[in-house]
């Protein structure tokens, strides 16, 4: 499972303050962190922060990339804060999102085609969120097949089906994972990723809801998440799902995950 660690985000009172503050410290500690406890990327956001959001984008980057040998995710509906943030980033970076949205689409294609970032293509368009598999599977296609085109690798494509709340529709949670599913199966070596989260919006004992949701994903397929990597019970979860679902040889992982005392 590839870990995208989703704690630097602005929505969280705490990383809003730092970044208003500018204090680089505060956010090089959440990224530390979230490195030791396994993550891949570190997820940078800086959303609410519409009109500066280029400026505060690259900030993050650079404060994380200060303390971490790896890569962000930049995740921006706005091309021009992931610009900003790419000028900065050292190594390949993950792209979280492209869309089918017009604007960003058409804004965002041309700064990934060609390249080797590993990309998130968001089941998004203009026509509003996707309810049904078939509205994912639909948009998911037309996202693939343009990213193809334009020289990114299969391998580096995460599909992410748009996760909603069960608590606005309960075939949310069914018609996700169906699409993680079918996306699996319909393009070989492709990914998928999402912020899981969302599911549980509105309801009662919401990290248990996440981690549950979490394992019916893995038994689907999902091989990405965006997820606070310091839930530890949700890291456990995510390792033995995937040590059942077979994704983990001579249980290597989960052994070596016990040993370090990560399951417990
Ligand atoms: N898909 C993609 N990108 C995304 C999302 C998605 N980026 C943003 C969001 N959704 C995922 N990121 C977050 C970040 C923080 C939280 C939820 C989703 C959050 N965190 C808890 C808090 O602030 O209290 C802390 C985590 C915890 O304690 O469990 O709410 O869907 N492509």
Redesign the pocket.
Known sequence: MIIIG??I?A???AIGAAIEARDAAAIQKVAEDQHAAGADFI?V?A?IFVKKEPEYLAWLVQSVQEVIDGPC?I?SPNPKAIEAALAVHQGTPMI??ISLEKERYENLMPIIAGTDMQV?A?CMSDDGMPKTVEDRLKIADKLVNALLQNNVKMENI?V?P??QPLSVDDTFGTEFINAVEQIMQKFEGIHT??????ISYGLPL??FL?QTFMVMAITKGLDGA???P??KK?MANITAAETLAGKDSFCMNFLQAFRAGKLD
Do not use: Y
């Open positions: 989703e704690l985000n929505s969280r009172k997820d956001n959303g995710a995740d979280n999102s998130i968001l995460f992410d748009l996760v990723a999402c912020g899981l989260s969302n919401r990290p996440n965006i997820v606070n310091l839930d949700m």
